[in-house]
């Protein structure tokens, strides 16, 4: 185990507990949500709540394996001897990454076999990904890491080319007033998700010790909230907006308002 | 860690415990209530259950570090050596601050653009505020403290503002039966949100020790108690009223109550 400070161990402990309390929070959001997008979209909001779900779930677990690591008395930190467990991240990255990407397919409303061939090429590509990041994870061995972290790159190259090209034409055809939104959540992806390989390489450029293990904890943590919480906003939204849109003249009528606050 | 007495300890312990079942009742309040709204503020209402759900989570934590912080055993106190974490307080207000104000944003039913553009806004200004205390709640010098208290006053003046001048016009144009509930709403938020830069100021001129560290607490208790779930009332009945406006005839039609009871 690092040597952590006080201070660094009660960061860590804190973020930990914030993004409990914002996967519980954001969870909650969308299913309760749920109710007010149309047929069409609410597998696309499920899956979204699922994501911050499985994310809390793991968030509690990676809290207490934290907790148990060390023990603070009187202001004096001292190491436990029981490891703390990196292997819930990419348990966590093996069920919710490829999720994310199925999220996306289905807000964007393509057709069904679109939607079957993307879906599971993309998910296919996000677990092969982190399947290959693992081996690395676990090894001290900067080579190793390096050649990890090398044949994990070319899944996420080829995830970033299918966003921005062969998802080009679909976006392109997407309604005006969530064009924008569907271009955030691509953008959000390929920018949240890039911090995750730069993280990955901290050890192997010296990196080492309490201030880099409290960079890298707290570093995650804001990814996976970015990638998995505010992404599922962008998301949320987007399917509003289109269920409104596709019931535009009901509502309307209904209620003499066009368009949702949203 | 302060030296509270067994009283004060215990009275702490029961505030605590208080602000656990008034936040959840409050949550359970607000979600089960969320069907008698229209769609349009059904958002308000989600958010405004989470508030009080994460005010929730914290405050079973809360109460927790407070109980590892002391043991009482035969009528005599000790402090255990594990210290009382004060940042859930801050993590909390990370997260609800925002939401609070996207909740009044949310109900006053303006159009998309502003929504987005006075949600973002605020919700960034009372974000910064929280971030720029915290500094200061850990530090144990008075100037520290002071510098912190005076950079985080400075996006608390902006919120006001935005509050009283910014939102004016769109606070004049609510329906008749809600704009004094509108007024109340804002009211609240100044009031009960002065609270927390004047406990703050508490170790800054004099007050330590238990009867300080107790009245800080309680004090911090109450304030998020009438932010968050007062705070949440007021909304919720704005929505319920809004609603009934705007279904106005179908709701008198068929079932011959044209008012709601709130």
Request: charged share 15%.
């Amino acid at each position: 185990m690092a040597e952590v400070s006080v201070l660094q161990y009660e960061l860590v402990y804190n973020a930990f507990s914030f993004a409990i309390a914002t996967m519980g929070a954001a969870t909650l959001f969308f299913w309760l949500g749920r109710s007010q997008v149309s047929d069409r979209y609410k597998t696309a909001i499920t899956i979204t709540g699922l994501v911050t779900a499985i994310a809390l779930y793991h968030y509690v677990r990676i809290l207490q394996s934290w907790d148990a690591s060390y023990d603070v008395v009187n202001g004096q930190i001292a190491v436990t001897g029981i490891a703390f467990n990196h292997a819930y991240r990419y348990v966590d990255w093996l069920l919710t990454v490829p999720l994310l990407l199925v999220e996306l397919i289905l807000v964007m409303g393509l057709s069904r076999s679109e939607t079957w061939s993307k879906g599971v090429r993309l998910g296919l590509l996000a677990a092969i990904m982190v399947v290959l990041g693992y081996p690395g994870e676990i090894s001290g061995d900067p080579t190793t890491r390096w050649v990890w972290w090398a044949l994990a790159m070319i899944p996420f190259a080829w995830i970033v080319y299918e966003l921005f090209v062969g998802l080009g034409e679909a976006i392109a055809k997407q309604p005006a007033d969530v064009r924008g939104l569907v271009d955030t959540a691509r953008w959000l992806t390929v920018i949240s998700w890039s911090f995750y390989p730069v993280v990955f390489v901290f050890p192997m450029i010296g990196l080492t010790g309490g201030t880099a293990a409290t960079a890298v904890e707290i570093g995650y943590t804001v990814a996976d909230i970015v990638a998995k919480a505010v992404f599922g906003v962008v998301i949320y939204t987007i399917a509003v907006r289109k269920s409104a849109a596709e019931h535009g003249t009901v509502v309307a009528t209904r209620t003499g308002v066009p368009t949702p606050a949203l």
